[in-house]
């Protein structure tokens, strides 16, 4: 086998948000998304670009319009926030690898993380997952904003796949830092289901991903809402977030200095 390697450059994007509080203004809750998907590939019926509607151009959409209402607040909650547009994630999380292992901008303590990623919008929302959100305290902060948005949280229905680690928000888990990653679970229907396992079969990583897809527009802004409360909590409570007591990843990996 031959292979060639070459450098490449690619930013990440950084938005940052200062908190009201003097006090705890040098902490920040991250909001994630990543930039990139998997560029040229093997055609599907002739086409080859792989646009990535769904992953990511969903959760990068949403994590920009909780920028645009952070920014157009007159109180603003006692963190800082940072809005993160990561690159490489599908190359094996590289863009939040690197600001996880790095010194925030004004080296401010990342404190927590919310990961916008894939988030399907295939029919009308009532249900979302709070993937990681057993773990920490940013759980039931996940519950509370999805109750403020008409959306219900209900359990994992595929834990096999381990899903909390195989997005962005695990470069934060591995620095200690606890994270959480929501995601659409339809309507729960068993019809919804099925559409979903389709999806995945047909349109994941694959050039049909693009804007010919369901697109159920209200349920973006409702889960754009949550997105934006479960930041704000946050960012904005009086306690410090934490892992829960015996924690798998709180105890594997710490909490960070």
């Avoid at 992953?55 to 007159?74: C, I, P, Q, Y």
């Avoid at 995601?183 to 229907?189: I, M, R, Y």
Wanted: glycine letters at 8%.
């Amino acid at each position: 086998r031959v292979t060639r390697h070459t450098a490449a450059m690619s930013p990440n994007v950084v938005g940052v948000l200062r908190g009201s509080d003097a006090k705890l203004r040098n902490e920040c809750v991250v909001v994630s998304a990543h930039l990139d998907h998997l560029g040229i590939s093997e055609p599907v019926q002739g086409d080859s670009i792989n646009n990535g509607a769904y992953d990511n151009a969903s959760g990068t959409a949403m994590m920009l319009e909780v920028a645009r209402a952070f920014a157009s607040l007159k109180t603003r909650p006692r963190r800082s926030l940072v809005f993160l547009s990561v690159t490489g994630e599908e190359k094996g999380l590289q863009g939040s690898d690197y600001f996880a292992r790095h010194d925030a901008p004004d080296s401010m303590d990342v404190v927590g993380d919310v990961n916008l990623d894939m988030v399907l919008l295939l029919r009308p929302l009532t249900r979302l997952v709070a993937i990681g959100g057993e773990h920490s305290s940013l759980g039931p902060l996940v519950g509370r904003a999805a109750a403020l948005a008409g959306l219900e949280v209900v359990p994992d229905p595929i834990p096999a796949e381990v899903v909390f680690v195989r997005s962005d928000q695990f470069s934060f888990v591995k620095q200690g830092v606890p994270a959480v990653f929501p995601v659409s679970a339809n309507d729960g229907s068993p019809e919804g289901n099925a559409e979903v396992a389709h999806w995945r079969t047909d349109h994941y990583h694959s050039p049909n991903d693009d804007l010919s897809q369901p697109f159920d527009w209200p349920s973006g802004a409702k889960f754009t809402s949550m997105a934006f409360w479960a930041a704000w909590l946050a960012a904005d409570t009086p306690q410090a977030l934490r892992w829960n007591p015996g924690d798998f990843f709180g105890s594997r990996f710490g909490a960070k200095p």
